[in-house]
Every structure is written in C-alpha cells, then in structure tokens.
C-alpha cells in the first residue's frame, strides 16, 4: 500500500475571515483547536480515549510572535525601501496528514520523534519563525497542527508571496518534497511520499464517513453492554433459584433419611409398616442417588435380621415393596 503525506498552509490573520462559503479562524480561534482549548462537539473526537497522547509545543508566545513580525517588517523595508503591503497577513496556519497507515506507524515511529523532527523541519523552513506545534492523536489519523510567521528572511519576503513563486516556476508545491526527504534522512523506515490531489469535500466526506462508522460501532458495543449485563442479572437470579432449590432439596433428603433412622429404630414393631410403605412411595417417585442408597441400607438391614424373600431375580425395589407389605401383615416370614 503506498503512503502519503500532504501539507496544506495558507495566511491567517488575528481575526476571522469569511470567504465566500468559506469561514478562516483567525490565530486565537485556531490557536484554541490546535491546543484543544475550544468548546467541541460531544462527537468531534472519534478516539477520545487517546487525547492524552496529543502534544503540543508553543515556542513563541503571543507577544514575541507580534514582536518578530515587526521586525519582519522592518527587514522587508530596508530591503525593498518601501513598506510591506497592508494586505500581507501575519501568520501561517499549516495542516500535515498522513494516510491510515500513520494509525500503525507513529507506533513504530513514536510520536516524539515524528513530532520533534517535524518541528526541526518546520523552524528552518520558516526561518525560526515556527510558532507553535501540536499532534493530535484523537482524530481519525494522526496529524500535526502548526503556527508560523508569514515570512522568508532569505528572499526577505512573505513565505506566502515565495511559494506563490515557486509553484509559479515549478508548477508545483515543493514544501511537501522537503518534508518527506527530510524525514527520510532523520526517521527510520519513513516511507511516506508527497500526496497525490484530492479535494477538501473528498476528504470531509472521507471523515464523515469514518465518524459514522465509529458511531454506529460504539451504539452496537453500548448494545451489547447493555444485553450482557441483562444476561447477567439472569444468571444471577438462577443462580439464587439453584441455590434455594439445592437448599430445599437437601432438607428434603434430611428429612427422609430421618425417617429412614426412626423405621430402624422401630423395625420389628408393627409402626415400622406405614413408615416403609411411606419411604417405598418416596423412593418409587424420586430415584436421586441418596434415597436409592438408603433403600439399599433398608434391604441390607432387613436381611440382617432375618427377613426373606421369594425368588432370587427380585429387583431392590421389588424387595423392598415386599419388605413394606410384611410389616403390614405383621407377620414377616423368617428365613429357616
């Protein structure tokens, strides 16, 4: 997949321009989006979670800016001999993008690095009149935003009026060139290339895309959140029925191998009958393993003390039906 970068500049004032459909932030407006200082939308940030890795780097301040820009000034009417246009803007307000790939790069890069060697860059290009620098992670890629004086101490004019000469001799934007063969004598596995034309509605539509997508994935996690946590809730009340069941279901099992004690107790007494015909019917209706176990126990007790039965393919339940209808009878039969 190739790579691409793109630098994007124009002049700023300390005021806001409008032009045509087009509105300008003048410095202190774009000051404010660049350090994240402004009042933003609740979903303008498509990864909120990494505005902590942002950066920002503020050489100049307010006041030094304006003091430099006198002096640029004065620089362009001692050379021209004549004063430098009212019209000439102060500032530059710069914009460096990166194809989705920077997403993984800047890892490898480290965003440090890419930002410090992108500030060296910007600071001889504009003559040491870079102003202000910042990185924002917590877009759709990472991007640099910059702030520089409008000026060029070598051709001692505005750095808007050389470039306009320059795409004028070469027919093309070379600030971009500079950058990435800058960056790829400085930066290991820098591989990205100047960009290919695309259009500002290209890639605002690019963007609203992405924040679509990134909405629609958020709304669906949200969803599933709230599903696992009903599932959970679920989990939680069947896990109390179960353990109220097993509560239940163990007092049950006390309570006939309770009667299982008293027919021992009372196994040669006519009383033992009803309490076995009693267990028979426990033990037919409900086969779990501890009243199967204790019917064994019955049977064994029973031939201990001389009970029989006919037969010798006669099942346990059999026998212990059989064993229910002696005691009835009030006369067991003995074995001889």
Not at 6 to 11: E, K
Not at 79 to 93: E, N, V
Request: glycine fraction near 4%.
């Amino acid at each position: 997949m190739k790579k691409y970068l793109s630098v994007r500049i124009h002049t700023m004032c300390d005021y806001v321009i409008k032009s045509g459909k087009r509105t300008y932030k003048g410095y202190k407006q774009q000051r404010a989006h660049n350090f994240r200082k402004e009042k933003m939308d609740a979903d303008y940030l498509l990864k909120p979670e990494r505005s902590k890795d942002n950066l920002y780097y503020e050489p100049m301040n307010k006041e030094s800016m304006e003091k430099a820009w006198i002096e640029c000034k004065e620089d362009y009417q001692s050379y021209y001999k004549k004063k430098m246009p009212s019209t000439a803007k102060p500032w530059i307000d710069g914009l460096i993008t990166f194809t989705d790939t920077m997403n993984e790069d800047i890892e490898k890069f480290g965003i440090e690095t890419l930002t410090k060697l992108t500030g060296q860059f910007l600071n001889k290009e504009f003559s040491g009149g870079l102003a202000a620098l910042s990185i924002h992670m917590d877009e759709t890629t990472p991007h640099l935003h910059f702030t520089a004086l409008n000026y060029d101490h070598k051709s001692h004019t505005t750095y808007a009026s050389k470039m306009r000469n320059e795409i004028k001799a070469k027919q093309r934007n070379e600030l971009q060139d500079r950058y990435a063969d800058w960056m790829k004598s400085r930066l290991y596995q820098f591989d990205y290339e100047r960009g290919e034309i695309h259009s500002i509605k290209e890639y605002h539509n690019k963007r609203l895309k992405q924040q679509n997508h990134l909405k629609a994935q958020q709304k669906q996690i949200e969803q599933l959140t709230k599903e696992n946590q009903e599932l959970q809730e679920k989990i939680e009340l069947k896990t109390a029925i179960i353990d109220k069941l097993g509560k239940v279901e163990t007092e049950y099992e006390d309570k006939i191998e309770e009667l299982f004690n008293h027919v021992y107790d009372i196994f040669n007494t006519n009383d033992a009958a009803k309490y076995l015909t009693r267990l028979v019917r426990y033990v037919r209706n409900d086969n779990r393993p501890r009243l199967i176990n204790l019917m064994d126990k019955m049977i064994d007790v029973a031939e201990s003390k001389g009970w029989s039965w006919d037969g010798t393919t006669m099942t346990n339940m059999e026998r212990y039906e059989s064993l229910a209808a002696q005691t009835r009878n009030r006369g067991p039969s003995r074995s001889r």
